[in-house]
């Protein structure tokens, strides 16, 4: 009999929940940054193991709202934490514990929903620090574990792993093994361009970008053509303001140029394919405050 079940990563914006993820999948699915407050959407990669599967959802980055935006991401959250079996918080081993955490730990009390604790980033201390910041976790509330991992070296993810399959209920797979993406294809496109779209510019710009893939398609293949499918992308990045505009396109549009190449490479990674990739460069004044649009780009 194999376990099957939802797991929801959280933590405080930078706790490492992007990066766990993709070194629990072993793919690129979540966008990492270095920067706080970029996940915006919950992905679910896909842990298969021989005992069983685990679908996890990386939730965004608790923090207070201040636009329209903000209160969607943690409504998105909320409803996340009582939709899934196990909720695992990601507590940065280099990090103290603070208010925070104490205020995710609330949130996920509410939803009643059993909570593991993952120290993450376990490479950037001690091993002595280690210990301490383990000892401080365990205080700190009953949790079911307390699991040291470290996803940039990847030390403890596998066990990691099969402590997430045995926590789940018995159940058959629930998705079809060797399908690592629970999440439209758009998307994840979207998330890759607004990402090389903020490289080099996040102070200024900080949340002010949302990409919307307007055109996906496959180009017709002349027969014995060995290469890789051509996908054509046409998306649209929004700016909310004139002069980011000038900031994302650069001068003579050079930037633009580099973001495209670099988020094209990323995209033909994730897809196996060679990509064609447009795009326009919209200001949407104030579109994190406008509902349609929001809908629209998927909040
Ligand atoms: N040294 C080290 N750095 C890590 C590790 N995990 C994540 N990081 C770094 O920590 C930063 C934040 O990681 P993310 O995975 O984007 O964090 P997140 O919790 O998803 O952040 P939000 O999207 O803001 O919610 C990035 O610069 C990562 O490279 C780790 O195990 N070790």
Redesign the pocket.
Known sequence: MTRAGFVS?V?????????????LVGEKV??????????RRVIRGIVNREGGQVILV????MHRPRTLLGERLNDLVRQTLGDVDLVAL?L?A?ETLGPGDAYLLEEIKNSRTPVIAIV?????VTREQLAEHLVEVAQFAAFTEIIP?????GDNVQHLADVLVSLMEESPILYPEGETIDEPERIVVAELIREAALEGVRDELPHSIAVLVEEMNERPQRKGDKRPPLIDIHADLYVERDSQKGIVIGAKGARLKEVGKAAREEIEKLLACRVYLDIHVRVAKEWQRDPKLLRRLGF
Not at 30 to 39: C, G, K, L, N
Not at 120 to 124: H, Q, V, Y
């Open positions: 990563l933590g405080r914006p930078n706790a490492g929940k992007s990066t766990l993820t993709n070194a979540a966008i990492t940054s270095a920067r706080p407050q970029t996940t990386d939730t965004p980055g990601c940065p280099n993450t980033k376990s490479d950037l991992v470290s996803a940039a070296t």
